[in-house]
């Protein structure tokens, strides 16, 4: 790489590339169309990041409302963290950047575009609606990166992302980074990807093994004292806690504010400069504590953190993990703790299966449980209604055996 960019990186402290940054980024350099499976914390965003940014290093004449390299993220603070990292990377270059979001005025991005930039990080959403609008064109693109691929399918961009790639020129370089593989990310594939090359690293369907995991069994009505007590008790300094829903989170800080635990929260409903004052606020260790709905969970990027707490179980295995990788990043160690009620159960299953393991419990003496979990069971799996009714168990088949046998869904093995 060039010598701008090999100074940006040892400035930082850069010394030895992730497993995901030594496979995927000499492919990236050859020109190569890649797919890129890895856990969260890995370095994914610098794999993609670092060639782009070497790959536009020179010197080049901007045209208005065009730009040569697109990354497209799921949401609004994931696209502010990877704008970031590359003002950071390309600090001793040339190369100019713009995050494209929504929440936002449309008319200083319309500026920015008109003025010229080299690397646009957007949102489906917005990107659609500035190219709609005319205030770009994509006839200079060089390379699209789609990064959390999975994400912006769960919080259903396909539609979004079928017409962005429609308006995307023949011939460009194409890749896609995902913390998970499914189908789902496998048909999308099929339509931005030509012979790709295909990086998968191994532990990718396993949490990070410096995070440290354990669970308390609660009563419902009791998890908002109970992580006062840990705050108070385990003098927890840090802590990123992630609860259900929008009205959850507002209550949780006023229920933390009333026993004099300062909090603040973070979700959907929130301005984007509310949220963006708040992750900064956050980030400079301002805010100790903070309640964040899924919105949050690949958006947030903190060197060191020390815990995330799963107020609520996700209802999805695949978000505990992405959840608990906030944590524990770049070979650091982090903790991840659950504060799990009896109607959590059956997520706590889905979890403990997605990982292949059982999650230490530990009991708290001041909260004894009236309505505690039952035993962990790795076979668990829940019973459709028709299965129930003939009294029938069905038995799933355990996540890793079937993706050891899988076929990637755009033609041979996953490496």
């Known amino acids: 790489m060039s010598d701008p960019l090999l100074q940006a990186l040892e400035e930082k402290g850069y010394t030895t590339p992730t497993e995901i940054q030594r496979k995927a980024i000499p492919a990236i350099v050859e020109g190569r169309d890649v797919i890129a499976t890895a856990q969260t914390g890995t370095g994914k965003t610098a794999a993609f990041v670092l060639p782009v940014l070497d790959a536009l290093s020179g010197t080049r004449k901007r045209r208005a409302k065009r730009f040569r390299a697109l990354i497209l993220v799921p949401t609004r603070e994931l696209a502010m963290q990877v704008e970031e990292n590359i003002r950071q990377y390309g600090k001793h270059l040339t190369v100019a950047s713009m995050t494209m979001v929504g929440g936002v005025d449309l008319e200083p991005q319309k500026q920015q575009l008109i003025e010229g930039v080299d690397i646009v990080v957007a949102t489906p959403g917005r990107l659609l609606d500035l190219a709609h609008q005319r205030a770009l064109y994509f006839d200079e693109l060089q390379v699209v990166v ?7 399918l769960d919080m259903g961009f ?6 962005i790639i429609d308006r995307l020129p023949a011939q460009r370089q194409s890749l ?3 913390a998970t593989l499914s189908s789902q990310v496998g048909a999308l594939a099929k339509t931005l990807v030509d012979n790709p090359f295909e990086v998968s690293i191994a532990g990718d369907k396993k949490t990070a093994p410096k995070i440290s995991q354990w669970l308390i069994a609660v009563d419902k009505h009791n998890k908002s004292a109970l992580l006062s007590h840990l705050v108070n008790e385990r003098n927890w300094t840090q802590a990123l806690i992630f609860i259900r829903t929008q009205h959850g989170a507002a209550k949780l800080v006023s229920q933390l504010e009333k026993r004099g635990i300062k909090a603040e929260s973070i979700h959907g409903g929130k301005s984007q400069a509310s949220r963006t004052k708040i992750l900064a606020d956050f980030k400079a260790g301002k805010i100790s504590l903070l309640v964040a ?4 969970a690949r958006g947030i990027d903190i060197d060191g953190l020390a815990r995330v707490v799963n107020y609520d179980m996700p209802d999805d295995a695949d978000e505990y993990i992405h959840r608990i990788g906030r944590t524990g990043r770049a070979g650091s160690s982090g903790e991840a703790v659950s504060l799990v009620s009896k109607d959590d159960f059956k997520r706590l299953c889905a979890v403990e299966r997605r990982l ?3 999650i230490d419990r530990v009991q708290i003496e001041e909260f004894p449980v009236v309505k505690d979990l ?5 076979n668990f799996s829940a019973k459709s209604k028709k ?23 755009w033609g041979g093995t996953r490496k």
């Open 387 to 409: 299965d129930s009714k003939a009294g029938k168990h069905i038995k799933k088949e355990h996540p890793t055996e079937k993706v050891a046998q899988a076929k990637t869904p």
């Open 293 to 296: 709905t899924g919105v949050a």
């Open 356 to 358: 292949g393991k059982i």
């Open 158 to 163: 396909i539609d979004d992302l079928n017409k």
């Open 146 to 152: 789609l990064d959390e691929a999975d994400r912006m």
């Open 374 to 378: 039952p035993p962990s069971n790795l």
């Open 176 to 178: 896609l980074f995902s």
